[in-house]
């Protein structure tokens, strides 16, 4: 990452309140279960700084989670090269926010692990385990590099808010990750452009 695109995201970076909101806002939406997941483009208002997705994508929970980061990878490009173009927009994308549904083992260290579920867990089968928890996740990242997640049990006492997640990784958060690395590199591409319209901040 260049200096440029330093300075673009330090421009342009939404405040945290922003978007932990969404995020919450995204989760308390979710209210019908065995439903589509969903891919958000989030903008920030250029007048009030108000964050709010700007595109939304529903994804078939059929589709397979290795294929998540090269369909929000082809979305946010697709989105990054109309807004990028146009001096009308009265946002500024800021982020993408991730809305899915999957289960989680609970476990701790006086109760690890069976190999049976350990095996489940490689399989992607962890539904299969009597112990499982089924959740609604939201994930949502900004080019600064900083990830939020928030999450609620189907059943259950999980419910919990907003929360930036230092060091996350995985498939989804990681495909999240390199999806919103491409939102300052277009702006500042737009801005070079010969054929580039003036335009104002963002």
């Known amino acids: 990452m260049d200096t440029h695109e330093l300075q673009w995201i330090g421009e342009h970076a939404p405040a945290a309140a922003e978007m932990a909101a969404v995020v919450d806002k995204a ?3 979710h209210t019908q279960w065995d439903s589509l997941h969903h891919f958000m483009v989030l903008g920030a208002d250029k007048t009030t700084g108000r964050v709010s997705p700007i595109e939304i994508a529903a994804i078939h929970t059929a589709m397979r989670p290795e294929l998540y980061p090269t369909l929000m ?4 490009r697709t989105h990054l090269a109309t807004i990028t173009n146009t001096n ?8 993408a926010l991730l809305q899915i549904e999957g289960h989680m083992v609970v476990h701790s260290p006086a109760d690890p692990l069976t190999l049976g579920e350990q095996a489940a867990i490689e399989r992607r089968e962890m ?13 949502a990242a900004d080019p600064g590099g900083r990830m939020w997640m928030a999450r609620k049990a189907r059943e259950g ?19 999240l990750r390199r999806c919103v690395d491409l939102i300052a590199p277009a702006y500042l591409a737009a ?8 335009k104002g901040r963002g």
């Open 27 to 29: 989760l308390a939406a």
């Open 73 to 76: 990878d082809r979305l946010m």
């Open 88 to 95: 009308t927009s009265t946002h500024t994308t800021v982020g």
């Open 127 to 139: 539904k299969t385990v009597d112990r499982s928890v089924e959740l609604a996740v939201v994930y």
């Open 157 to 175: 006492d999980i419910n919990e808010p907003a929360a930036i997640v230092a060091n996350y990784s995985g498939g989804f958060a990681d495909g």
């Open 191 to 198: 801005q070079r452009s010969p054929w580039a319209r003036p």
